[in-house]
């Protein structure tokens, strides 16, 4: 029972150009949702987070998107850049006691120059 | 500041045998989590400690087992290693919030 999906295992975008990274949910008692990078041979980086109680939250080039009625969330990169080729793993919290996170399988983005 | 740190990177066992792998956390961080990342799987949770307890587990059997020293860094060991236990190990320290990750131990069961 998959709880977070991203169902793009890849995503191939040109530089300068926008990149969106989808990830659906099914659990409605997650309240806290990040984003990570993850380069080969490293661990995952955070990137950005956003709570339940909102839905939309920007960090520079990164925007984080938040649907609660269809339980969805987007990641947006603008203007995305060689270096942001990396797999990008969703990642939800449950909430109240339930500290753990539960990941995606993730999206290998890779940025064209 | 250092970030979260992991020894060692790389580890090879043969069925049977047993591994202990170590997490120090961000400095001021008080809590560390340890996730199992199989190839192209997302990390999935083993359990968490805090103030050298542990907090929550997840769907892992008894031969994994932890501690948190009273500096908060952390210790994972695994009993009876399994081919199935090969994979990249993760530690993750928090402070009530977001969860920063080390860079991972690979270990390797033959």
């Known amino acids: 029972d998959q709880q977070v999906k991203q169902n793009s295992p890849s995503l191939s975008v040109q530089e300068g150009r926008i990149s969106i990274l989808n990830c659906d949910y099914t659990n409605s008692m997650f309240d806290y949702f990040l984003w990570y990078k993850k380069y080969p041979a490293e661990g995952p980086t955070f990137l950005i987070s956003i709570s339940s109680i909102k839905d939309k939250n920007e960090d520079g080039r990164f925007t984080v998107f938040l649907n609660k009625s269809a339980k969805h969330l987007s990641l947006h990169i603008v203007p995305s850049q060689p270096g942001d080729s990396a797999v990008y793993f969703c990642?939800?919290?449950?909430?109240?006691?339930?500290?753990?996170?539960?990941f995606g399988k993730g999206t290998l983005l890779t940025v064209n120059p | 500041d250092a970030g979260v740190t992991q020894s060692p990177t790389h580890l090879i066992k043969t069925r049977g045998q047993q591994v202990t792998l170590r997490c120090s956390p961000k400095s001021g961080h008080d809590t560390v989590s340890w996730y199992q990342q199989a190839l192209g799987q997302g990390p999935q949770f083993i359990f968490q400690?805090?103030?050298?307890?542990?907090?929550q587990r997840g769907n892992f059997p008894d031969r994994f087992s932890g501690h948190q020293f009273p500096n908060y860094s952390s210790e994972l060991n695994v009993n009876a290693l399994l081919l199935g236990d090969s994979a990249l190990y993760l530690c993750?320290?928090?402070?009530?919030?977001?969860?920063?990750f080390g860079p991972g131990t690979r270990l390797l069961v033959l």
């Open positions: 990642a939800a919290r449950g909430g109240g006691s339930n500290y753990k996170l539960t």
């Open positions: 993750a320290s928090s402070l009530e919030g977001t969860q920063y």
């Open positions: 400690y805090y103030e050298e307890e542990e907090r």
